[in-house]
């Protein structure tokens, strides 16, 4: 109830949070990327990326819900939560206002090694043999790119859709069940 309360508070402030020019608010209220349309229970953008729902009330969609799920439980210790980032990786939901879909795959399954002054380096560690980042990289963009769009505020979800069919079956496949 406590943890129900704390994600209440945390979409509270959905309304303070300035939206990015791509995300629409659509007639129903809910929040998405300009032109997304629902295929299967996943919102996928015109260009086939895929991409969130927040109803009003904050409810995520299943996708975006998963990402934020599998975001904390293997992504967090470094990139901080909710994706403000920390003092040794980046905040994620910074940059992914300019990073691009594909961008995004490339750097989680191949790792990536920038120089910094002073003769340091940040490294991004390659995470594409992890199934439990790679099944669900798709869940942790989506959530990701709702952060940096402005759609979801910090904090625990308030609640998710039901899971689709096709997550069902995408889950067996992907760990080979």
Known sequence: MAAAAAGAVGFASLSAIAASPETVTLEDGSKTQKGAKPEDGKWMTPDGEPTYRVKPDGTLDWYAYSGFRRYHSECHVCHG?????????PALKDSLKTMSYGD???VVASGRVRHLPGGQESVMPALGDNKNVMCYIDD???YLKARADGAVGRGRPVGRDDKPTGA???DKACFGE
């Open 81 to 89: 939560p909710e994706g403000e980032g920390s003092t040794y990786a």
């Open 104 to 106: 995004f795959i490339g």
């Open 140 to 142: 942790i963009y989506v």
């Open 168 to 170: 069902i079956e995408f």
